[in-house]
């Protein structure tokens, strides 16, 4: 069972790397070498896509995608040696960061030793051979769960990583995989690691309805958090994407924030972000930078874990392909100051014991880590509007904490930030939260 008692998870900082193009050689070293600078950052957890060897058979693109794997016990020569793994996992630890591996139990590569060793593991068509049930995913073979063998073999390879010094998995479509594995998974690797973290990357809405009407395994993340300790936000992550364009309402997206505190477990964690290796880069979608900025922060005030992808610090605009080198042009680090005072705080007392409170859900959004004395104020400009805003605070002088800049509020106004605005403030009263008709009777107010 995943935790059920409070927990700081939705304070973590992790940081998303692929090995392949995160350094000039595309190797363990590479990351090894860097781990300092991302240490800085106020990263908690460093997360490495998948580590393992790429099959050949089928593959995309000159080199293959990381999720093809050919052997989930082995490391991928590319990168280097299990013991160049090691040594990075060794000075993770002595700078005081976790290291978490992606976990991808769905499907592997066609020429994986599965295939030879254990055909019987996989789905088949009428002639016997393995195929995908996802047939844009052409370079893999889907595993056919349950099956008591596989999930041993899974489990205990899951045991091995943890006894090798991983501290986390997350999970590729984890709603994919039934629900009794992830529970059995998540018992077996604390008989060896009881603090290993989990992060299921739950499916967007629509894949799971879609998969079920085709008689195919899929998972809610209610489910999930019977195992997980965190899930992605995929369940709301479209809106997100359309109201980051201007496309919908900011409204829309907060009221689906809001109605995920209605329908998870009191304690959930989903882990937070403006961008991943699967999706565009902020700096792409956003209709311009200071409203990717904005969106960044508002993302990172947010209740839940965030993630930082690699290149992000950069404002990096192209996402790495998965298939080839494409590596991610690092640049000055221009934003790594700005992410590194988000990620900072994360750690906060307001946000370590506080409550979320939005109180503005239009294009100048605003929120509330309440915490009594010890709260922060958060002001999201959403729409890089100008001009004054009304705000919650008492006049006086108050410092950013995103650029140390002090700020006027006079007359309960002050000037609209470029991009976002958060400030230590000291509150006597619960805030009210904003009104909405969609949540009135879901969310007492």
Not at 205 to 216: P, S, T
Not at 311 to 330: C, M, N, Y
Request: charge should be negative.
């Amino acid at each position: 069972m995943a935790k059920d008692t409070p927990n700081n998870d939705r304070n973590l900082v992790i940081y998303e790397v692929y090995v392949r193009n995160h350094g000039p050689n595309g190797t363990f070293a590479d990351v090894e070498a860097d781990l300092e600078r991302i240490q800085a950052m106020g990263v908690d957890i460093v997360w490495f896509m998948p580590i393992h060897p790429i099959g050949k058979l089928n593959k995309k693109g000159d080199l293959g995608c990381p999720y093809s794997i050919a052997d989930y016990r082995a490391v991928n020569p590319e990168y280097g040696t299990r013991e160049d793994f090691k040594r990075l996992i060794n000075k993770a630890h002595d700078l005081g960061l976790l290291v978490m591996i992606d976990v991808v139990y769905n499907h592997t590569a066609h020429d994986s030793v599965l295939v030879s060793e254990h055909p019987e593991f996989f789905h088949q068509d009428e002639h016997g051979t393995p195929v995908t049930t996802v047939p844009e995913w052409s370079d893999v073979i889907d595993l056919k769960h349950p099956q008591k063998a596989l999930t041993q073999y899974l489990h205990q390879t899951l045991q091995e990583w943890a006894l090798f010094g991983v501290d986390g998995f997350r999970c590729d479509v984890a709603s994919l995989l039934p629900a009794s594995f992830w529970s059995k998974a998540r018992k077996r690797v604390a008989k060896v690691k009881p603090s290993v973290i989990w992060l299921a990357e739950s499916v967007h809405a629509g894949w799971v309805a879609e998969r079920r009407a085709n008689q195919l395994s899929a998972i809610s993340d209610s489910e999930l958090y019977r195992a997980f300790d965190m899930t992605y936000d995929y369940d709301i992550w479209p809106v997100f994407q359309a109201a980051v364009k201007g496309q919908v309402p900011v409204v829309r997206y907060l009221d689906l924030v809001r109605f995920q505190d209605c329908i998870y477990p009191a304690n959930f964690v989903k882990m937070r972000c403006a961008e991943n290796h699967d999706q565009p880069r902020i700096m792409r979608f956003a209709p311009s930078r200071q409203q990717a900025l904005a969106w960044t922060a508002l993302q990172a005030f947010n209740k839940g874990s965030f993630l930082i992808y690699a290149g992000q610090e950069s404002a990096a605009e192209h996402t790495p392909s998965l298939f080839d080198i494409d590596k991610v042009e690092w640049g000055s680090y221009e934003l790594q100051d700005f992410l590194t005072r988000l990620a900072r705080l994360k750690k906060d007392r307001a946000q370590v014991e506080g409550e979320l409170v939005w109180t503005i859900a239009e294009d100048m959004v605003q929120a509330v880590w309440y915490n009594g004395e010890h709260s922060l104020y958060g002001v999201f400009n959403t729409a890089a509007e100008s001009g004054r805003v009304a705000v919650s605070l008492p006049d006086g002088f108050y410092v950013n904490l995103l650029d140390d800049q002090a700020v006027e509020v006079s007359g309960g106004e002050m000037p609209a930030p470029a991009s976002a605005f958060i400030t230590h403030c000291a509150l006597s009263s619960r805030p009210k939260p904003y009104y909405s008709e969609l949540l009135n009777g879901l969310v007492e107010e």
